[in-house]
């Protein structure tokens, strides 16, 4: 079953107006120019960017997603954004259960779980990422920790059409060290085989998981050409239109 491989960027907590709808506008234009590419293209800037990074998208075949949501609609929760006001926004897309949320907002399975299901109901599809700890790494525990955190992230309702997992070992985000292309096609392989238990083997087998830990142009081609790895998100190098589109154009995308 070909998978359609997905390039996603995840901005973090970058970009002010000029520059982050600069950088919508490069990456907009160079999709373009690839006329139709053979791959789903994805940014998520901060939310204060959302209306504005749309703009700046039209007429090119790039998605816009947002970094997190609240689990409910809409209420008392100061300083949180609903699914439903992402949708409202122009966006597609909401990645749940990034590692930085995981580690700087205490969020547990149980949450992202609810956040996903919310973003669902909404309307939006969901990243959900997963990830070990270099502790859990060297203590051989990698598998473990991910079966964990798909069974208790991912809701039952998840399908290939409303999901794409992303496996982002938290020790190779943002710090240029990575696994080695074996080592991410086993944890790939084995997070399937946990997807097909919960959720069928039809599912399992299209819906896509990413690659995401510095990701950059000259490693893309390694990742993205392995079997079980069906795209990238990327942090660093999306924050730069030249090295997202290279990372695309390594990967085989146009
Ligand atoms: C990320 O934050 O999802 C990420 C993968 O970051 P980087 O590409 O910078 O390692």
């Not at 600069?22 to 990456?27: D, E």
């Not at 209420?75 to 990034?98: E, F, N, R, W």
């Not at 990698?142 to 999901?163: F, H």
């Not at 190779?172 to 096609?185: L, R």
């Amino acid at each position: 079953m070909a998978r359609k491989i997905m390039i996603a960027g995840n901005w973090k907590m970058n970009g002010l107006l000029e520059d982050g709808v600069a950088l919508a506008k490069g990456v907009a234009a160079e999709v373009k120019k690839m006329g139709k590419p053979e791959c789903e293209f994805l940014v998520c800037p901060p939310f204060t960017l959302l209306t504005s990074v749309k703009k700046a998208l039209r007429g090119a075949k790039v998605a816009l997603g947002a970094q997190d949501c609240h689990f409910t609609e809409k209420g008392a929760h100061t300083g949180d954004i609903s699914p439903v006001m992402l949708k409202d926004a122009g966006c597609q897309y909401v990645i749940t259960g990034h590692s930085e949320r995981r580690a700087d907002h205490g969020e547990s399975n149980e949450l992202i779980c609810k956040k996903s299901q919310a973003a669902y109901d909404a309307g939006l599809k969901v990243i959900i990422c997963i990830g070990e700890t270099l502790a859990e790494r060297d203590a051989g525990k990698t598998i473990d920790v991910c079966s964990a955190q798909i069974l208790g992230s991912v809701p039952e309702t998840a399908t290939s059409s409303n999901t794409v997992i992303a496996y982002e070992p938290v020790w190779a985000i943002g710090t240029g060290k990575t696994p080695t292309a074996k080592d991410v096609e086993d944890v790939h392989a084995a997070v399937r085989k946990v997807l097909a238990k919960k959720l069928g083997k039809g599912n399992a087998n299209k819906m896509r998981i990413l690659y995401g830990g510095s990701v950059k142009p000259a490693n893309a081609k390694e990742f993205l050409s392995l079997p079980d790895v069906d795209g990238a998100l990327i942090g660093g190098a999306s924050l730069k239109v030249e090295d997202f589109i290279n990372i695309a154009k390594n990967a085989g995308c146009c």
